[in-house]
């Protein structure tokens, strides 16, 4: 078992830019491959980024490319997501995830099984 708790999540006007961190309880935190995804209203739960676990590799949305960044510390049990140029449309519940059983990056939410309980980005214009 696993509990992931998000941090970091508020308003932000047009261009700014905010770092979102997850915290993981339990001491395997290395052993899981880690995701950030997001839920506007109204929308399915989408793919943000995801990252290996020992932190080499790292993989985007096509949405975010070139804008968020995704790390973690394994020592600290954190992942963490940079988020600059922020828009509008980036505005959403964001969800950090951990998949204990691919050991793959997957772009899938069916792939993660725990997840946090989110917190909200606001982007105003």
């Known amino acids: 078992q696993v509990q992931l708790v998000e941090s970091g999540g508020g308003l932000v006007q047009a261009g700014g830019s905010l770092r979102l961190s997850c915290a993981a309880s339990?001491?395997?935190?290395?052993?899981?491959?880690m995701g950030w995804f997001r839920q506007a209203p109204g929308k399915e739960r989408e793919f943000v980024a995801a990252?290996?676990?020992?932190?080499?590799?790292?993989y985007y949305a096509d949405s975010v490319k070139g804008r968020f960044t995704i790390s973690r510390d394994n020592a600290k049990s954190t992942v963490y997501l940079q988020m600059n140029s922020l828009k509008p449309e980036d505005t959403a519940v964001y969800y950090c995830?951990?998949?204990?059983?691919?050991?793959?990056?997957?772009?899938?939410?069916?792939?993660?099984?725990?997840w946090g309980q989110g917190t909200q980005v606001t982007v105003s214009s």
């Open positions: 339990g001491r395997t935190f290395s052993s899981y491959v």
């Open positions: 990252i290996t676990r020992t932190g080499g590799g790292t």
């Open positions: 995830a951990a998949d204990s059983i691919t050991r793959e990056i997957g772009t899938s939410w069916l792939a993660y099984d725990y």
